[in-house]
């Protein structure tokens, strides 16, 4: 049985939330989409089922190529959290979050310059029935990986 959906947001826990959030807008063009998020009460551990009483704070960020009501990127900021483990993209669960580009390469130098860090090498291939496509895996300032891709489409 399929219900009836409509896709909303994805959620990046951050370790400093305001400085992710100049991240995402700096180098990608998202845009804070306000009120700021700051959500405490009991509420919280229901909804979340941590033993602890905890705090969120954070904002919704608007996507780039998206109009008003489109898809965000949350972004939240818990006032207690367990280390991370190193992060790695084939570790199963949700691995990237991708954006197209222009030109790979200056997208690629914008996100070094902004504190994020190649994970992989820069690569361009043929895909059968689709055309090429340009991508890196990169990490940003806190270790989620983002890839940056174009797309020459031979349809």
């Not at 951050?14 to 306000?34: E, H, I, Q, T």
């Not at 009991?42 to 033993?51: G, N």
Request: with cysteine.
């Amino acid at each position: 049985m399929s219900i009836e959906a409509k896709y909303v947001h994805t959620n990046i826990v951050a370790r400093d939330w305001r400085n992710l959030m100049k991240f995402y807008v700096d180098v990608f063009g998202c845009s804070p989409l306000p009120p700021e998020r700051n959500y405490h009460g009991e509420w919280i551990k229901d909804v979340t089922s941590l033993e602890e009483s905890i705090a969120i704070c954070g904002i919704h960020l608007r996507l780039p190529g998206y109009a008003e009501g489109g898809p965000t990127l949350e972004i939240f900021e818990f006032s207690r959290q367990p280390e991370r483990p190193p992060v790695a993209v084939n570790q199963p669960g949700f691995a990237h979050i991708a954006f197209h580009v222009d030109d790979v390469p200056a997208a690629r130098q914008a996100v070094l310059d902004a504190g994020g860090r190649d994970l992989g090498k820069l690569h361009t291939m043929q895909v059968t029935d689709a055309g090429t496509i340009t991508l890196i895996y990169m990490t940003d300032p806190e270790g989620n990986i983002v890839e940056l891709q174009h797309w020459t489409y031979t349809r």
